[in-house]
């Protein structure tokens, strides 16, 4: 067989391969468009996702000023990244459009640059967190979770970190991706967890599931599919991840940033198939193909932060030692 023709047939079966996940991608967005459309019976309209904004604000409203006013003598801090960062944006924003509830938030950064300015100055009792508030700082070694939660581990043991009161550490989708062993990454945190609990009892540790990607879309999804990689493999390991944070931790405070990313305005939920098994996604509504969040993306996330450390207010710790406050349902996976 001479090499043009061994090229002609490898170039006739890239080609096959190609259209045969050409019209694989078709038919998957033909089937997401016909539920879309049973969805919203043939219409488009934004009346659910008003809706559910309303709800979210009504669940804000219905938090006690007592709550608000116990958040707002606690030293609370939030270990993330960039998606993070922008979550906190959206907090911030709430915060803005709801002035009663009172927290004030800082980052890390400018709190170190005025502890360094105020010793400079003979200031010599000077130090981190010295004012109640919600810190916030990057999270070191990205897409190295067992380092990353050490990190957390090591600067909560600190004396600068125990001056905190409620602490959560938030990693990103590159700590959480197609090839991670989820048992080691969970085994990893839930040791460190162990061991600041055992450190600092009073310390309220809320846990953070493990953030989604958008779905893979076109002929090369498709391919990707087909070969067990992309975004979709990515999330179904993140929802395995997920699963197992929630049942490890069941009936402890999760902020379920899966969860809250992956529930559509209209209320339905996005979700990917791999191998027969349906896993959350990103909402296009929430987040955009540069891999980050979309202004309702980042509200709506904010929003979710912001209940979320209403459940760790004294009222609140109170009905969860009775039994009547418990984790963020888990999504959990489906076959299809």
């Not at 897409?143 to 959560?168: H, N, T, V, W």
């Not at 969040?293 to 030692?321: I, V, W, Y």
Request: one cysteine or more; glycine letters at 10%.
């Amino acid at each position: 067989m001479s090499q043009e023709f061994r090229r002609f047939v490898g170039i006739g079966f890239l080609a096959i391969a190609i259209a045969g996940a050409a019209i694989a991608s078709s038919a998957v967005m033909s089937s997401e468009a016909q539920q879309a459309n049973e969805r919203t019976g043939g219409a488009v309209t934004q009346k659910p996702a008003v809706e559910k904004q309303e709800g979210e604000r009504s669940r804000l409203d219905q938090i006690g000023e007592t709550c608000w006013a116990d958040l707002r003598t606690k030293r609370i801090y939030i270990a993330h990244t960039a998606l993070g960062r922008r979550i906190v944006e959206g907090a911030q924003e709430v915060l803005r459009s709801s002035p009663e509830i009172g927290l004030v938030v800082l980052p890390r950064e400018l709190d170190e640059r005025d502890v360094r300015q105020r010793v400079r100055d003979g200031d010599e009792k000077a130090k981190l967190f010295e004012h109640a508030g919600v810190y916030h700082g990057e999270a070191e070694h990205d897409g190295e979770p067992e380092d990353k939660i050490e990190a957390f581990e090591q600067f909560l043991l600190s004396p600068d970190g125990a001056e905190i009161d409620i602490a959560m550490l938030k990693l990103s989708s590159s700590d959480v991706s197609r090839s991670t062993d989820v048992t080691r990454v969970l085994d990893a945190y839930a040791g460190a967890v162990e061991r600041i609990r055992r450190a600092r009892p009073r310390l309220e540790i809320v846990h953070c599931t493990a953030p989604l990607r958008e779905p893979d879309h076109g002929a090369r999804a498709a391919i990707r599919r087909m070969v067990g990689a992309g975004s979709d493999a990515a999330n179904a390991t993140r929802g395995r991840y997920n699963d197992a944070l929630r049942k490890r931790f069941a009936g402890e405070v999760f902020f379920d940033i899966a969860r809250a990313e992956s529930m559509r305005p209209d209320g339905t939920e996005a979700t990917v198939l791999v191998n027969g098994e349906r896993w959350p996604a990103l909402a296009s509504e929430y987040g955009s193909g540069s891999r980050d969040l979309t202004d309702e993306g980042r509200t709506t996330l904010g929003r979710e932060l912001l209940l979320t450390l209403s459940a760790c207010c004294g009222e609140s710790k109170a009905r969860r030692t009775e039994g009547a406050v418990t984790a963020v349902p888990s999504n959990g996976s489906r076959g299809e």
